[in-house]
Each structure stands twice: as structure tokens, then as C-alpha cells.
């Protein structure tokens, strides 16, 4: 894609601007087809590695939606054998200090309309296997992306740093636990939150309280609810 002035329109981090002496001086940008090529190959990197770790975890079936269709605002669906579905967008870097993606208009969409939509980030090695895998929270997703200010102009990309505390180590969902924090024996990346107790199997597993007729800390079938954030449901969503 070019820019109205015939110039590559990239993804970029702060690494690849070159360093001025004023502070109104216009940063100039490094860039090259190298350096895209190599963030794109982490991110198919990142999507393989999720797909053979599940398939690993005993998830029956996985299914690479991305590589046929950008239109389902996900990478892969996932289905277990007790009915549980899970549409996972994966975000994937080879940063272990800090965690920052890019979410589209569309994945943040199809986030807010679809409750099986769960964002993973995948912490990718030198051979491209998955050394971290972790959760991002929809609710503060929901609440840090932009806000259109006006009828006729509209976000369609925004990069997001996330906190440490919106990470929680491993994939998991309402009522269903994909990847174990467990599973990885190196220290979480990004300093993400290690949620207390224990599955009955060993794993880590979050305290949360559970209504009647949802799934508990400790049945190895899944997790109790996580907060419904319903900053989702905001107007001009």
C-alpha cells in the first residue's frame, strides 16, 4: 500500500525512527523490505506455534482461518469436544520486556459482537516455537481503544501497549482453559500476572467465583466467568 504521496505505508515502533536534535523536528523513518518481511514472518510464526500448541493441548479441532479469509477478524477457531468454540486473534512478538500489538477496526469489532473472540500472544524463539503464550484482557481492550470524535472520520488501526496487568499467562476463556500457564517452564513474559491456586491437574488457575451452572476453578474443563467489561457494549461500537 502507498500513501497519497507515493511513499510505502508500513507498521512501525519507535526503534525505527532515527533520533533528531529538535523536539519539532519531524522524526525520519528507517525503513525496509527486510525489516517488514521479518515482522511478517514472526506473525505467521506466531500463528503456527499456536496452532501445533493446541493441538498438543488435546483441542480437537483448529482451523487456520486467516490463511483462506482477513474477513473473519480472527486467526483461528477452535473447537473442543464439549461444544466449547474459541476465536482466537493472535498477536506475536519477539519481545519478552513489553507487549504491543496492533488491533484493526475489524478485530475490534468482531470482538465486541462475538463472545467467543479471545486475543493470545505468543512469544516467539529463534526456531519459531511458542516460548510464552498469554491472554489479553477483552475488557481493557475494550476500554483503550480510540473513540471516533467525529461522523465523517473513523479509527481503522491503533498500537496498544498493554500493562502487565492485563495479561494473565496462558489461553484461557469464560468456561474453557486451552493452554495451561503451566505448560511453560521459563518465566512468564511481560511481566504478566500469575493467577493463584491450582487446577487439579497442577496448573495455575485464577480464583474466581463462579454462579450457579458455570464451570470452577479446578474442574479441568474450564474456568468461572471473567469480568463482562460491558464497556463493549458503547455507543458507536
Known amino acids: 500500500m502507498l500513501t497519497d504521496a507515493g511513499r510505502p505505508l508500513v507498521d512501525i515502533n519507535e526503534a525505527e525512527f532515527t533520533a533528531v536534535d529538535s523536539a519539532n523536528a519531524v522524526p525520519m523513518l528507517r525503513w525496509s523490505a527486510d525489516a517488514e518481511?521479518?515482522?511478517r514472518a514472526v506473525g505467521r510464526a506466531g500463528e503456527q506455534a499456536l496452532i501445533r500448541l493446541l493441538r498438543e493441548c488435546g483441542v480437537s479441532q483448529v482451523r487456520h482461518v486467516s490463511a483462506e479469509s482477513d474477513a473473519y477478524g480472527y486467526d483461528i477457531a477452535a473447537s473442543g469436544d464439549l461444544a466449547e468454540k474459541a476465536h482466537v486473534e493472535v498477536k506475536s512478538t519477539t519481545d519478552p520486556t513489553r507487549l504491543v500489538i496492533h488491533l484493526s477496526r475489524h478485530e475490534y469489532e468482531v470482538m465486541?459482537?462475538?463472545a467467543q473472540w479471545c486475543l493470545a500472544?505468543?512469544?516467539?524463539?529463534?526456531?519459531?516455537?511458542?516460548?510464552?503464550?498469554?491472554t489479553v484482557d477483552r475488557g481493557w481492550l475494550c476500554s483503550a481503544a480510540p473513540v471516533d470524535q467525529v461522523q465523517r472520520g473513523r479509527w481503522e488501526s491503533v498500537r496498544l501497549e498493554v500493562p502487565s496487568e492485563a495479561i494473565q499467562p496462558g489461553l484461557v476463556m469464560d468456561t474453557w482453559r486451552l493452554i495451561s500457564p503451566s505448560l511453560f517452564l521459563s518465566p512468564f513474559a511481560w511481566a504478566c500476572r500469575q493467577p493463584p491456586g491450582r487446577f487439579t491437574d497442577?496448573?495455575?488457575a485464577l480464583?474466581?467465583?463462579?454462579?450457579?451452572?458455570?464451570?470452577?476453578?479446578?474442574?479441568k474443563a474450564g474456568f468461572g466467568p471473567l469480568d463482562d467489561r460491558q464497556c463493549c457494549q458503547r455507543a458507536g461500537v
Do not use: I, Y
Open 202 to 204: 497442577g496448573s495455575l
Open 207 to 219: 480464583q474466581l467465583p463462579s454462579p450457579p451452572g458455570r464451570l470452577q476453578p479446578g474442574n
Open 121 to 134: 500472544a505468543v512469544l516467539v524463539g529463534r526456531d519459531g516455537e511458542a516460548l510464552s503464550v498469554a
Open 37 to 39: 518481511e521479518a515482522r
Open 112 to 114: 465486541t459482537a462475538d
